[in-house]
């Protein structure tokens, strides 16, 4: 394989790196602190692209558009932690169904509403064209991509480790009949976590549009991959998810175009093999 | 005769822990919250493995013995929150015990309802510890004193030659108490008994031997009257 | 009152192909019977033994493929079926091997791992599997000499297994095995304070559930005479779950209902409503919140609360029992 392709593979890992670490922390963090495995995640994702598509079409710029499609999922991931979620606390078969059956719904509006041809959106004019770094030129929006990604790690990664609001989210994660005693009040937290999740999620299925389109299905095929991000990376874990994030896209990109033929088998068997050799993730906790 | 030996250099949780009991003694473990004691249990019965040392029952070495095949042995525990089966009735739980070391455990033909003889000792145990009248109550029903009696009962349910209580009376009323302890001072000699407590008073006159931990050590132990005395003890106890 | 209803109910799945109308419907009702054997099995794993499965389609998948080859390999019905479901036997003690590494959420994504692999196989591995194209068969068994090619008679050969199915799950259910599998379910640790070897307990609860999913992909294969790689994607698996819970777990009736649930809904419902996974989304989610513990048993507690609330008012209620021994 020649160093141009490589060259290139390895962008593209780090642009999908970038976007699976905005998906899955949401995820993660939904899973860690509130044990509910939100299979509506994907459909966040989707649902944020669709609803940018339209705002971009309305004429607001792509930027704000991202921001607020963000907003809009995350609003409508509040309804649903608020409504639905939160009298199923530990109900864990009842969660996998009500989410699964979300995510069905979510998707059969999307296709009436938007229909089911894939949508592009427009890399914003800004990081049109490719930026020469070391003398190679890249492609300036998947790099836009990547920083994008470190960026809100390092704000993540501060306000779980900084601010007070960070250490309720740790103290719930780690305890939280505990957490309850000592106050915090972990309901309002719980909704606070879950519009987080669904921000990230939303804004990923944005700035991802240029990229991937927007398309019925897009749902479903990201959902695994952030599924085995966050296993292997280890649940509650930022740092594991950005690893893992990254990880994947390698894995990813670079099973494809290696081989065709067991594309899934890439991505996959290495997930079953740090599962089975280490369960909890590269860098989960122990299994209470 | 030798029943039972560890010494571990074990996690940080317990160091160099040595203890030997011998056969039908009454031994009692005491310190303070986080000395280790559960830990010990847990590594006795295999639930947690030792990071260095060995255990010894009745002149066997189980170090390597996994933990399941523990409890055939003769070793059965008590745990300080009461897990049993919330959804059964007092009946099935108590079943479930007797289930476990017999080869039907495996069986997916027969009906285990019909199983006569398993459920007459079932009843059998119920009656031993005076709870055969709720036997078709759901265990959920019950109080928390007759779920630590049942409790008890299905370990005694399975004829241990050592029996691990761990603190069996906490949360208890003062009548439950009584009764637990009755229960308790009667089982015969031939099994022997190590209990944990972390409540002195409760468990003091239980006691025939007295082994105190302290932040993963022994610090101090002998007979009742010895560790009482102790300089040690009441250092520990009072400074608490 | 509950016999009557199961027997109504088995009277009425045994005549079915008499009065449901057209090849068409009797067709829907093979696929129902087949797709509550797999939701039967997937229901040993998750509903008694509490662990969580995604990738039993794989299982489902194996079977329909070996079938599939050892069918065109010009073998007997009988050296297929064998063949078939000893294969998959192999991959459910592969999976379970594996799977049985994890806990809770870890066990859940090695499923979906592995059935993922077996995804990936059967859709590039095209000298074993044909990739898309799938791989056709044809022809039926005809055990004692009587014919499947018409669907009324395959439906009731369907049948047969069906029944099969539901009475090793009730002989399971109450066998002594089947309570130290639901005893793991709820206090692992306990289970194994008395003895009891979890871990061996959750193996062979694997294999059992793994041979009736094996059964049911052979089903299909014989009914479908085609089998491709969509059978073994992720989403066939979410289904199969779908189907358990949203009927209700743990307990013998609530697959079968769950499958017919989602069958019928796909099938017959997608011809009059092109949104029809809206639909089927939406049922979930009103069985989540009216009737969380799936439709079998939340039927049956609104079938209760119904009776007490119409029989007449009794006496000032008794005084409680009294505890215990004070």
Known sequence: MDMSLTLVLAVNSLTLGGLLFL??????????????PNLTHGSFFMLGGYVAASLIGWGVDFWSAALLSGLLVAAFGGIVERLILRRLA???LAQVLVTLGLSFMVADVCLTVWTGDPIRIDTPSALRGATSVLGVAFPAYRLAIGVIAVLFAAALWALLDQTRLGAMIRAGVDDPAMARVVGIRVSRLFTLVFCLGAWLAGFAGVIGGPILSVYPGLDQEMLPLALVVVILGGSGSLLGSLVGSFIVGFLYNFGQALFPELAYVVLFLPMLVVLVLRPQGLFGRQAG | MRNLDKSFGGLCVTAAVSLSVEPGERRLIIGPNGAGKTTLFNLITGELSPDRGAITLFDRDITRVPSHRRFHLGI???YQIITLFQGETLLRNVTLSLLGLSRLRWNPFVRLGRQEGLLARAHETLARVALDHLAERPLAQTSY???????IAMALAQNPRILLLDEPFAGLSIEERRDVRRLVTGIPRDVTIVMI????DVALDFAERITVLHFGEVVVEGTRAEVVAHPRTKEIYLGE | MKRVVVAAALASLATAPLWVGGTYYVNIASQILIAAIFALGINVLVGYAGLVTLGHAGLFGIAAYAGARLMNHGHGHVVVAAGALAVTLVGAAVFAALALRGEGLGFVMITVALGQIVWGVAYRWISITNGDNGISV????????????????????????FLAAVASMAIFVASPFGASVRGTRDQPRRMNALGYHVWMIRFLAFLFSGFWSGVAGLLYIYYNQFVGPQVVALTASAEALLMVISGGAATLLGPIAGAMLVVIVKNVASAYIERWNFVLGAIFVAIVVFMPEGLVPGTVRRWRGAMAALRPRAAPAAPAPGGGGR
Do not use: C, Q
């Open chain 2, 76 to 78: 059965a525990r008590t």
């Open chain 1, 90 to 92: 530990g109900a864990e």
């Open chain 2, 197 to 200: 407590e972390h409540d002195m």
């Open chain 3, 138 to 161: 044809s022809g039926r068994p005809s055990p004692l000499g009587l014919s499947l090619a018409s669907a009324a008679n395959f439906y009731w050969a369907t049948f047969v297994v």
């Open chain 1, 23 to 36: 998906l899955s922390a949401g995820f993660s963090l939904i899973f860690g602190l509130m044990k509910i």
């Open chain 2, 145 to 151: 004193g007759e779920r630590r009696r049942v409790e």
